[in-house]
């Protein structure tokens, strides 16, 4: 993997310049684009590997830059999305669109090297067309089980699930963790230990 480049998409100074120096030591090749525009005029020109795309940025977020890359062809490269403020419904939009994967800020180190090894292993995956979504409707729950990866081992694809599914649990319940655990149905300390578990931090302390 030593010779594959990496282009890191985020406008925060610190994130590209913390996840330049990983992947660096770890033999890869990267590349950094503060914004939209600067990734567009560098796909123009080259063909990395792998994108890590934040989401929210300011001229244009990562979503609009990936549907635009689908539309024109040049989502030829698996696109890892990135954002400190996923729901479970903008990971089902970029799964949808053509993300290989989803990180969520903060990055834990030993979670980026597996997810970037895992999406240059497995390429560019299989686009569901909004059509067979259309046919189908289903809500919000069950949408879930059509956009996960599908061919993770079990436990990654219930660890993907879970992070998705409490994530957005808690932004409907406004980070109430007395609520979140009646809604889900989990008493409040294996409620606790599961968010630990799966590194997300309550919205709020109660």
């Known amino acids: 993997m ?5 282009l890191v998409v985020d406008d925060e100074v610190g994130i590209r310049e913390l996840l330049s120096e990983i992947l660096f030591d770890e033999g890869y090749r990267v590349h950094l684009a503060e914004n939209a525009a600067q990734a567009r005029e560098f796909r123009l020109h080259h063909t990395p590997d792998l994108v890590l795309l934040d989401i929210w940025m300011p001229d244009t977020d990562g979503l609009v830059l990936l ?6 062809k040049l989502l030829t490269m698996p696109v890892v999305m990135m954002s400190g403020h996923g729901t479970i419904e903008t990971a089902l939009e970029a799964t949808r669109v053509g993300a290989s994967d989803f ?11 597996k997810t970037v ?21 289903l809500d919000t729950e069950g949408m879930v089980t059509v956009a996960l990866p599908l061919d993770l081992p079990l436990r990654e694809a219930r660890e993907y699930f879970d992070s998705l599914y409490f994530n957005y649990q808690m932004q409907k319940e406004s980070g109430n963790i007395t ?6 149905g989990i008493e409040r300390t294996h409620l606790y230990r ?7 931090r309550p919205l709020k302390k109660e």
């Not at 549907?67 to 024109?72: D, G, T, V």
């Not at 990180?103 to 979670?111: D, M, T």
Request: charged letters at 30%.
């Open 103 to 113: 990180l969520e800020k903060p990055i834990a180190l030993q979670k980026l090297l």
């Open 67 to 72: 549907k635009e890359w689908a539309a024109q």
């Open 179 to 184: 609520r979140l655990a009646e809604k889900v």
């Open 117 to 137: 090894l895992k999406a240059l292993q497995q390429g560019v995956p299989p686009v569901l067309s909004a059509e067979s979504v259309a046919e189908k409707p």
């Open 2 to 6: 030593a010779s594959k480049e990496i």
């Open 194 to 200: 599961k968010l630990k578990q799966l590194g997300i």
